[in-house]
Protein backbone atom coordinates (compact mmCIF):
# COMPACT_ATOMS: atom_id res chain seq x y z
CA UNK A 1 0.00 0.00 0.00
CA UNK A 2 1.67 3.34 -0.64
CA UNK A 3 -1.78 5.41 -0.35
CA UNK A 4 -5.38 5.22 0.76
CA UNK A 5 -8.15 6.78 -1.66
CA UNK A 6 -10.64 6.74 1.59
CA UNK A 7 -8.41 9.23 3.68
CA UNK A 8 -6.03 10.67 1.21
CA UNK A 9 -3.34 9.50 2.59
CA UNK A 10 -0.06 9.29 0.85
CA UNK A 11 2.53 7.16 2.22
CA UNK A 12 5.69 9.04 0.08
CA UNK A 13 4.19 12.81 1.75
CA UNK A 14 5.31 11.85 4.91
CA UNK A 15 8.84 12.78 5.67
CA UNK A 16 10.78 10.14 7.47
CA UNK A 17 12.10 12.77 10.01
CA UNK A 18 8.16 13.72 10.61
CA UNK A 19 7.42 10.08 11.77
CA UNK A 20 8.02 9.94 15.41
CA UNK A 21 6.46 13.69 16.03
CA UNK A 22 3.41 12.27 14.00
CA UNK A 23 2.95 9.47 16.41
CA UNK A 24 3.38 11.56 19.33
CA UNK A 25 0.67 14.08 18.18
CA UNK A 26 -2.34 10.88 18.54
CA UNK A 27 -2.27 10.29 21.63
CA UNK A 28 -3.53 14.54 22.23
CA UNK A 29 -5.40 14.49 19.04
CA UNK A 30 -7.63 11.19 20.03
CA UNK A 31 -8.03 12.84 23.38
CA UNK A 32 -9.22 16.05 21.51
CA UNK A 33 -11.82 14.35 19.41
CA UNK A 34 -13.40 11.86 22.28
CA UNK A 35 -13.37 14.90 24.77
CA UNK A 36 -16.66 15.23 25.41
CA UNK A 37 -18.01 12.10 25.00
CA UNK A 38 -19.58 9.70 27.59
CA UNK A 39 -19.20 6.16 28.53
CA UNK A 40 -22.84 5.13 27.02
CA UNK A 41 -22.03 7.53 23.42
CA UNK A 42 -18.28 6.26 23.55
CA UNK A 43 -19.48 2.64 23.30
CA UNK A 44 -22.18 2.58 21.22
CA UNK A 45 -21.90 1.14 17.68
CA UNK A 46 -23.56 2.63 14.93
CA UNK A 47 -23.84 -0.63 13.17
CA UNK A 48 -23.27 -4.34 14.33
CA UNK A 49 -20.15 -4.69 12.16
CA UNK A 50 -18.94 -1.39 12.97
CA UNK A 51 -16.94 -0.41 16.32
CA UNK A 52 -17.39 2.51 19.04
CA UNK A 53 -15.66 5.03 18.85
CA UNK A 54 -14.12 3.88 21.88
CA UNK A 55 -13.46 0.41 20.38
CA UNK A 56 -11.75 2.35 17.71
CA UNK A 57 -9.38 4.12 20.53
CA UNK A 58 -8.29 0.62 21.71
CA UNK A 59 -7.61 -0.66 18.53
CA UNK A 60 -5.15 2.14 17.94
CA UNK A 61 -3.67 2.01 21.06
CA UNK A 62 -3.08 -2.35 20.07
CA UNK A 63 -1.82 -0.75 16.95
CA UNK A 64 0.66 1.41 18.03
CA UNK A 65 1.89 -1.02 21.26
CA UNK A 66 2.00 -3.58 18.08
CA UNK A 67 4.05 -1.36 16.17
CA UNK A 68 6.30 -0.54 18.72
CA UNK A 69 7.17 -4.01 19.39
CA UNK A 70 7.65 -4.48 15.10
CA UNK A 71 10.04 -1.62 15.04
CA UNK A 72 12.42 -3.22 18.32
CA UNK A 73 12.22 -7.23 16.32
CA UNK A 74 13.03 -5.42 12.86
CA UNK A 75 16.24 -3.99 14.43
CA UNK A 76 17.72 -7.11 16.36
CA UNK A 77 15.91 -9.75 14.29
CA UNK A 78 16.97 -10.45 10.61
CA UNK A 79 14.18 -10.36 8.45
CA UNK A 80 11.66 -11.06 11.08
CA UNK A 81 8.06 -11.89 10.18
CA UNK A 82 5.28 -10.06 11.97
CA UNK A 83 2.40 -12.44 12.56
CA UNK A 84 -1.32 -10.49 12.09
CA UNK A 85 -2.33 -8.87 15.04
CA UNK A 86 -5.53 -10.41 15.21
CA UNK A 87 -7.64 -6.91 15.33
CA UNK A 88 -10.79 -8.26 15.61
CA UNK A 89 -10.49 -10.72 18.09
CA UNK A 90 -9.07 -8.36 20.65
CA UNK A 91 -12.32 -6.47 20.66
CA UNK A 92 -13.66 -9.16 23.37
CA UNK A 93 -9.81 -11.08 24.14
CA UNK A 94 -8.56 -7.56 25.63
CA UNK A 95 -11.90 -6.54 26.80
CA UNK A 96 -11.76 -3.48 25.53
CA UNK A 97 -15.17 -1.94 26.67
CA UNK A 98 -13.95 -3.01 30.23
CA UNK A 99 -12.37 0.64 30.63
CA UNK A 100 -13.81 3.99 31.05
CA UNK A 101 -13.24 6.15 28.22
CA UNK A 102 -10.60 8.19 30.41
CA UNK A 103 -8.84 5.10 30.90
CA UNK A 104 -9.04 4.23 27.45
CA UNK A 105 -7.88 7.65 26.42
CA UNK A 106 -4.74 7.61 28.97
CA UNK A 107 -3.74 3.76 27.60
CA UNK A 108 -4.21 5.77 23.77
CA UNK A 109 -1.48 8.45 25.12
CA UNK A 110 0.42 6.04 26.36
CA UNK A 111 0.85 3.89 23.72
CA UNK A 112 1.26 6.87 20.97
CA UNK A 113 4.28 8.55 23.82
CA UNK A 114 6.12 4.89 23.62
CA UNK A 115 5.82 4.46 19.86
CA UNK A 116 6.79 7.68 19.13
CA UNK A 117 10.05 6.88 21.20
CA UNK A 118 10.62 3.62 19.48
CA UNK A 119 10.70 5.84 15.97
CA UNK A 120 12.67 8.65 16.88
CA UNK A 121 15.30 5.96 18.54
CA UNK A 122 15.69 4.50 14.87
CA UNK A 123 19.43 5.63 13.79
CA UNK A 124 20.16 6.67 9.87
CA UNK A 125 21.70 3.44 9.04
CA UNK A 126 18.15 1.41 10.63
CA UNK A 127 15.66 2.77 8.40
CA UNK A 128 16.24 0.35 5.97
CA UNK A 129 15.92 -2.90 7.60
CA UNK A 130 13.56 -4.98 6.40
CA UNK A 131 10.63 -7.67 7.47
CA UNK A 132 7.87 -9.77 6.49
CA UNK A 133 4.58 -7.45 7.33
CA UNK A 134 1.92 -10.57 6.88
CA UNK A 135 -1.35 -8.34 6.45
CA UNK A 136 -2.95 -8.36 3.82
CA UNK A 137 -0.35 -10.71 2.20
CA UNK A 138 2.81 -11.56 2.88
CA UNK A 139 5.24 -8.17 1.62
CA UNK A 140 8.84 -7.47 2.50
CA UNK A 141 8.59 -3.97 3.99
CA UNK A 142 11.69 -1.82 5.82
CA UNK A 143 10.98 0.49 9.14
CA UNK A 144 10.62 3.64 6.79
CA UNK A 145 7.28 1.70 5.32
CA UNK A 146 6.53 0.96 8.88
CA UNK A 147 6.66 3.97 10.67
CA UNK A 148 4.45 5.95 7.26
CA UNK A 149 1.95 2.49 8.14
CA UNK A 150 1.36 3.29 11.41
CA UNK A 151 0.83 6.95 10.65
CA UNK A 152 -1.65 5.98 7.70
CA UNK A 153 -3.53 3.15 10.38
CA UNK A 154 -3.82 6.00 13.06
CA UNK A 155 -4.70 9.12 10.79
CA UNK A 156 -7.02 6.41 9.35
CA UNK A 157 -9.18 5.55 12.29
CA UNK A 158 -9.48 9.05 13.65
CA UNK A 159 -11.47 9.63 11.15
CA UNK A 160 -13.35 6.51 11.19
CA UNK A 161 -13.73 7.78 15.14
CA UNK A 162 -14.73 10.75 13.90
CA UNK A 163 -17.58 9.18 11.26
CA UNK A 164 -18.49 6.87 14.27
CA UNK A 165 -19.23 9.89 16.80
CA UNK A 166 -21.15 11.65 13.89
CA UNK A 167 -23.58 8.37 13.18
CA UNK A 168 -24.33 7.58 16.95
CA UNK A 169 -25.39 11.27 17.36
CA UNK A 170 -22.41 12.77 19.91
Known amino acids: MTSCQECDFVYEELAQ ?3 ATTVASFGPRYRSALAEVGAATGWSRPGPAVWS ?3 YAS ?3 DVLLVQRDRVVLAQVEARPQFARMNRDERVALCAYSAFPPEAVLGHLEMASALCAAA ?3 IEAGSW ?3 FLYSWPSPQEHDLTWLGRHTVHEVEHH ?3 VRRVLAAVGA
Open 59 to 61: HVR
Open 128 to 130: GRT
Open 53 to 55: ALE
Open 17 to 19: DEI
Open 158 to 160: LMD
Open 119 to 121: FAA
